[in-house]
């Protein structure tokens, strides 16, 4: 698989995430942020706001170079996935939050992400290595976030049956699209990441351990209730690394800025997994 392929199956996985996120959206999502003020007031800082700091620090704490510096800021930038709203099902999180989230964590990054990865290019590889998101790449971008996001909730405002079909079987695809990606890539660039593990991998670990970690805590700290803190913590803790590898492959073109992500695609699982497990514990 060359990389103008790889590039091409991103973009069509991306789309059928996005798609998929559409059909089990509604207008009432959004409105439903009004119920849980405070809930959603955290986790929105701490997407676009405590993460990238955290980011920061991670960053300098490993002393990454300046390509891997920039891929875990793209991660850290990019909105939570459709694996955030499957791990809160199966671990009792507010799952109707993390749905309402997601929508509006992919509309803010609309901005934001942008606005982040420009920074982080300009901040640690400015010296000409990586040249800024142009405008039209942009437009691009937008659009496939958006596009497939809008299509999936017509079709559930129009056709809600058709919706109700099809909301299932498109996610369970979005699932095994993500894995199969995820294992080609992993088999065809094995030596890359392999080289990077030991380099990245701790950074990589701590940035994730630290996101699901910050959901969570705060929300307890808050006192809000447990199924909420759950759905903050894995909406924070778990993104949307294909948006990530698509940015990072698709529009800047620099395969060491993927690798952060490509790694993090890896690792989320078996961090959500166990992150998931310690809450049963701790529950029990």
């Not at 060359?2 to 798609?19: D, G, S, Y």
């Not at 119920?35 to 997407?47: I, K, R, S, Y």
């Not at 079709?155 to 919706?163: K, L, Q, W």
């Not at 903050?232 to 948006?243: A, C, K, P, Q, R």
Request: hydrophobic share 60%.
């Amino acid at each position: 698989m060359n990389a103008a392929v790889l590039t091409n199956a991103l973009l069509a996985v991306l789309a059928v995430v996005m798609a998929g996120l559409g059909l089990s959206l509604s207008w009432d999502d959004f409105r439903r942020l009004r119920d849980h003020p405070l809930a959603a007031v955290l986790a929105l800082g701490l997407q676009v706001i405590v993460l990238p700091l955290a980011c920061i620090g991670v960053i300098a704490a490993f002393n990454l170079p300046p390509l891997y510096a920039v891929g875990l800021m793209l991660l850290a930038a990019s909105p939570g996935g459709i694996t955030a709203n499957l791990f809160s099902h199966l671990f009792g999180g507010h799952v109707a939050m993390n749905l309402s989230l997601t929508a509006l964590n992919t509309l803010l990054s609309l901005v934001t992400l942008p606005l982040i990865a420009n920074w982080a290019i300009a901040h640690y590889a400015g010296g000409g290595q990586v040249v800024p998101l142009p405008w039209q790449k942009l437009a691009e971008v937008i659009g496939v976030i958006a596009l497939p996001v809008l299509a999936g909730m017509a079709v559930r405002r129009s056709r809600p049956d058709i919706a109700a079909q099809l909301d299932r079987p498109v996610k369970a695809l979005s699932a095994v699209l993500l894995l199969v990606l995820t294992v080609v890539a992993i088999a065809k660039e094995r030596e890359a990441l392999l080289g990077a593990a030991g380099e990245l991998g701790g950074a990589v670990l701590a940035f994730n351990l630290l996101s699901l970690g910050a959901g969570y805590g705060l929300g307890r700290l808050v006192r809000l209730p447990r199924p909420l803190c759950i759905a903050i913590g894995f909406e924070v803790g778990i993104h949307n690394s294909t948006l990530a590898l698509y940015l990072a492959l698709g529009v800047l073109q620099q395969f060491p800025i993927a690798l952060p992500a490509a790694l993090y695609s890896v690792s989320m699982y078996l961090t959500g997994l166990a992150f998931g497990a310690w809450l049963r514990h701790s529950r029990a």
